[in-house]
């Protein structure tokens, strides 16, 4: 129940006059039954914006960070993402990938929609980085389509590290469903998966225009922090 209040009288009306979104293709989601949204991960305000712009209720599967926090600032912020149809999914350890493909089978046995962000973690650039193939298994296994979906402009709005975001129109793209029925039973082919997952990718390009870069964004991320923890440790001494 209080998905809906944040949706349509707390949250909704406030990210519309915010970013003031312009949705296109949102006849492309499916009215009932189960089927993947996949998209580009570019702000923090993703998490709330494409939910608000949709007319049935999406589940994403976040980070657990935001679920552990102590005190009460930790337990209102579980309470506000769980409120808005977040699921935590611990992502350290060998075994994080199978818990989120096992919560978000959940999510589609249940003939619900299931949001994903193929990347696995949010743009710190604006780019569109190599997807991870969880996003396949499920769309194979459940044998669901998937809507891929482009998010415009809320990097701007939002970029990383900013916490309050600024007035920027936003555009939110939805393409065609890929069906990928051809697979069935060929969730284990570690060959079909990159298939898979690249045409998704793909088709979140398409729609969203961003440069793309054949590399996992998290090991992006941790190379760029290593070279800039590197340089705090050793600091360039001016030139004479």
């Known amino acids: 129940m209080f998905y809906y209040v944040l949706k349509y009288v707390l ?3 406030l990210l519309r006059v915010v970013f003031r979104p ?5 006849d492309h989601v499916p009215g009932s039954g189960a089927a993947i949204v996949a998209g580009n991960h570019l702000s923090f305000s993703d998490h709330f914006l494409m939910p608000a ?5 999406i589940t994403f599967l976040a980070k657990a960070e ?42 589609l046995d249940r003939g619900e ?13 604006g780019r569109l980085y190599k997807g991870k193939v969880g996003v396949a298994v ?3 296994r459940a044998g669901v389509p998937v809507v891929p979906c482009a ?48 045409e998704i990718v793909h088709a979140i390009l398409t729609l969203s225009g961003q440069e793309y870069v054949d590399r996992y964004a998290a090991d992006v991320k941790a190379e760029e922090a290593g070279k800039a923890a590197q340089g705090r440790r050793f600091p360039r001494l001016p030139h004479r």
């Open 11 to 13: 949250l909704g009306p």
């Open 22 to 26: 312009r949705i296109e293709g949102l």
């Open 53 to 57: 712009v949709l007319k049935r209720r």
């Open 66 to 107: 935001y679920f552990t926090g102590p005190g009460l600032k930790g337990r209102l912020t579980a309470f506000f993402f769980r409120s808005a149809g977040q699921i935590p999914v611990d992502r350290s350890g060998k075994e994080a990938g199978k818990a989120a493909i096992r919560e978000g089978l959940g999510v």
């Open 113 to 125: 929609l299931l949001g994903i962000y193929p990347e696995g973690t949010r743009s710190h650039d």
């Open 138 to 140: 499920m769309a194979i």
């Open 151 to 198: 998010m415009i402009g809320t990097f701007e709005a939002q970029p990383p590290g900013r916490k309050i975001p600024k007035l920027h129109p936003v555009v939110i793209r939805f393409g065609e469903p890929l069906d990928f029925s051809r697979y069935a039973g060929m969730e284990g082919e570690k060959a079909v998966l990159r298939a898979v997952t690249d």
